[in-house]
């Protein structure tokens, strides 16, 4: 399906049938670094999907795919790590089908609030090289406030990377997303809208 800015999204747990997805989803260039290791056959998405299925828990993060109506994901957002002091890291990406639309910013407008208010996790931490404007731009729509920059962080192919910090607290104003996005958790839905959150079971 074809995504624009007012495109529905649902967010849901991956699920071992998502395979050819996550190698689709995977295949260009600009994706190797959003994984442990290169996903390129069934192998790799399997191994990729043991570490994202399930996990809907403080004790094990909580990672969801990004899909439309159609229910194929086009990208992921994550919060893991989430320690004894209730903070944790945030991730996301979108596969090429789908950026430029704001479907990596409304999806994290719309797991804030939940991560918050049902996980439990008052401080959510992330970053990004600052080479990747667009990073930093999903966000600060997500509540994200800079914290400054990290020098030289990260190293790929030999070359270092400056990395920009964001954090935001569970007291920081609430995010909303441009666009209708259900979070789907077991047999409950939280709906989030440019009006506000709320949740159906």
Not at 62 to 79: K, L, Q
Not at 121 to 142: F, T
Request: net charge neutral; charged share 25%.
């Amino acid at each position: 399906m074809r995504f624009d800015r007012q495109t529905p999204l649902v967010l849901r747990p991956w699920r071992r049938s998502d395979a050819s997805d996550v190698i689709t989803a995977f295949a260009t260039d600009d994706m190797t670094q959003q994984a442990g290791e290169p996903i390129v056959d069934v192998a790799s998405a399997n191994r990729w999907l043991d570490w994202s299925c399930g996990k809907t828990s403080r004790e094990s993060g909580f990672v969801f795919a990004v899909t439309g109506s159609d229910d194929i994901p086009v990208g992921n957002v994550a919060v893991t790590g989430v320690d004894q002091h209730d903070c944790g890291w945030v991730s996301y990406w979108v596969a090429s089908r789908a950026r430029g639309h704001g479907v990596a910013a409304d999806a994290l407008a719309a797991v804030v609030p939940w991560v918050h208010d049902v996980g439990g996790v008052y401080r959510l931490e992330l970053g990004h090289r600052v080479n990747n404007p667009a990073s930093g731009r999903v966000a600060r729509h997500g509540g994200f406030v800079s914290e400054g920059i990290e020098r030289a962080k990260l190293c790929y192919g030999g070359e270092r990377f400056d990395v920009e910090s964001y954090a935001r607290l569970a007291s920081d104003p609430l995010p909303y997303p441009r666009r209708d996005v259900v979070l789907v958790v077991g047999e409950r839905q939280y709906r989030s809208s440019p009006q506000g959150t709320g949740h159906t079971s």
